[in-house]
C-alpha cells in the first residue's frame, strides 16, 4: 500500500499498557473530551471472539482468521501482533485517513504493535498506562470476569513483560483507581504538549 503524508500538526500517538489496566475505558473517556486538536480514534482489527459489551466496528473489528490473513496479505494493516493467543492489527488506511485530513490518530495497542509502528514511524508519541499497582492490576483481571482461567494466567504473564517495556515510551501515566477522567486529562495534556513543541511535524505512514 502506497504510503501517505499527513498534514504539519497531526499526530500519531500510541496508547499502551497491560491488560486490565483500563484503556478501554480511558479511551472512552478522551472520546467525551473536545481537545484543542482534531482526532480520530483508529478501530483495531482482531481474531479474538466478542465480548459481550462490545460493539463490532467500535471497540474492535472481529474478523476470523481468513479474513485476518487477507489483510495481511494485502499490506493492509501497518503492524501485526500475536497477543493473549490471538491476532491484532491497525488498519493502515484509518491511520492514513486520520493524519492526511489533519487529524490525530490514536492508536490503543500493545507494546508489541507499539514497537512495530515506532519502527515504521520514529515521530509516532507513545504513552504508556500502568495500574497504582501490580495489586491493583490483579483485582481488575479478576474482577472484570471476561477471561477464562487459562486466559486469565497469560494474561498475568504477560502484564509482567508488558511493564517491563515501559522504558521504551515517552510518557508513562499512572491510571489511579476509580481516577479515570483524570487520567484522560493527562493524556490529553502531553498530546498538547507535543503539539506546541512540534506544530509542523508531517508524518508519512
Given amino acids: 500500500m502506497r504510503?501517505?503524508?499527513?498534514?504539519p500538526g497531526a499526530l500519531l500517538v500510541i496508547i499502551s499498557g497491560p491488560s486490565g489496566v483500563g484503556k478501554d475505558t480511558i479511551i472512552a473517556a478522551m472520546r467525551e473530551r473536545v481537545p484543542p486538536h482534531p482526532r480520530r480514534f483508529v478501530v483495531t482489527c482482531t481474531t479474538?471472539?466478542?465480548r459481550p459489551t462490545e460493539i463490532d466496528g467500535v471497540s474492535y473489528h472481529f474478523l476470523d482468521a481468513d479474513d485476518f490473513d487477507r489483510l495481511l496479505d494485502a499490506d493492509a494493516l501497518l503492524e501485526a501482533s500475536q497477543v493473549h493467543g490471538h491476532w491484532y492489527g491497525t488498519p493502515r488506511d484509518q491511520v492514513q485517513s486520520a493524519l492526511a485530513s489533519g487529524h490525530d490518530a490514536i492508536l490503543k495497542i500493545d507494546v508489541q504493535g507499539a514497537r512495530k509502528v515506532h519502527q515504521r514511524v520514529p515521530e509516532a508519541l507513545l504513552v504508556f498506562v500502568v495500574p497504582p499497582s501490580l495489586e491493583a492490576l490483579e483485582e481488575r483481571l479478576v474482577g472484570r470476569s471476561t477471561e477464562s482461567a487459562e486466559d486469565l494466567e497469560r494474561r498475568r504473564r504477560d502484564a509482567a513483560h508488558e511493564?517491563?517495556?515501559q522504558r521504551d515510551y515517552d510518557h508513562v501515566v499512572i491510571n489511579e483507581t476509580g481516577q479515570i477522567a483524570r487520567t484522560a486529562?493527562?493524556?490529553d495534556a502531553i498530546i498538547a504538549d507535543e503539539h506546541e513543541r512540534h506544530p509542523q511535524r508531517c508524518l508519512r505512514v
Fill in 185 to 187: 486529562e493527562r493524556i
Fill in 48 to 50: 479474538r471472539a466478542r
Fill in 163 to 165: 511493564l517491563s517495556r
Fill in 3 to 7: 504510503a501517505v503524508e499527513g498534514r
